[in-house]
């Protein structure tokens, strides 16, 4: 009954390091989506994927990359961090999407700090 | 997306019915209500959503009114694992793949 797994739950970055955030779903979900949320604030869409093989920029891309190469992964790259990536992380998955109705299902988040 | 307007916060006993209010005066008639719920430190759960007529599932009760601009999410006996903020959104079928969360209402319930 695992749903979405998010790895790891918490990490501590230096300017300019790189790392990779872990999503899987293991619900068969077509649609997968990564949010941002700083601190009081509501989510923030960073990219999101309809299916294996295709992804789209959400509200804030920029300093992310992403890649679905199968239907149960879709991890969440960050390439030269910085302090304004500072913010908890949460990866969502749904089975169609919400333009056919379908909730989004959550994981626990990874919180990251850049220093 | 119609915007939505909650209080920003409620207390509830334990044991009791939380009744969270929710107004979509905006909300055009194709656009559903759904209710997610964030618990400090945890990712949102979904909890419920609906169109026109009253929903009903293991969480919660939704109640929406005959003329849509407001609904309210009904926990039926809150516990202390309720308490967390409870977002009200309103979303357009065929729309954005964004889920935007407002401020929400803060939820505590009281032992």
């Known amino acids: 009954n695992a749903g979405v797994t998010q790895t790891p739950k918490f990490r501590i970055l230096k300017i300019g390091q790189s790392m990779t955030l872990q999503c899987a779903q293991d619900?068969?979900?077509?649609?997968m989506y990564w949010y941002r949320q700083d601190p009081g604030m509501g989510l923030k869409l960073i990219y999101y994927s309809v299916g294996a093989g295709i992804t789209d920029k959400g509200e804030v891309p920029n300093g992310y990359n992403v890649s679905r190469s199968t239907t149960e992964d879709f991890p969440l790259r960050l390439e030269l961090a910085a302090p304004s990536q500072t913010s908890v992380y949460f990866c969502?998955?749904?089975?169609?999407?919400?333009?056919?109705?379908?909730?989004?299902?959550f994981g626990d988040g990874t919180r990251l700090s850049i220093l | 997306d119609a915007k939505t307007t909650q209080p920003p916060s409620m207390d509830c006993a334990e044991g009791r019915a939380a009744n969270l209010p929710c107004n979509h005066s905006t909300i055009s008639g194709n656009e559903y209500v759904y209710w997610y719920r964030q618990i400090h430190s945890q990712g949102p759960q979904y909890i419920i959503h609906g169109l026109k007529n009253n929903e009903t599932n293991e969480m919660a009760s939704l109640i929406i009114t005959e003329d849509r601009k407001s609904s309210t999410l009904i926990l039926p006996h809150a516990t202390l694992r309720d308490t967390a903020v409870y977002y009200c959104i309103a979303l357009t079928q065929g729309g954005s793949e964004k889920l935007v969360f407002g401020k929400g209402t803060k939820l505590t319930v009281n032992p």
């Open positions: 619900m068969n979900h077509n649609y």
């Open positions: 969502a998955s749904s089975y169609s999407g919400l333009n056919s109705n379908q909730p989004q299902h």
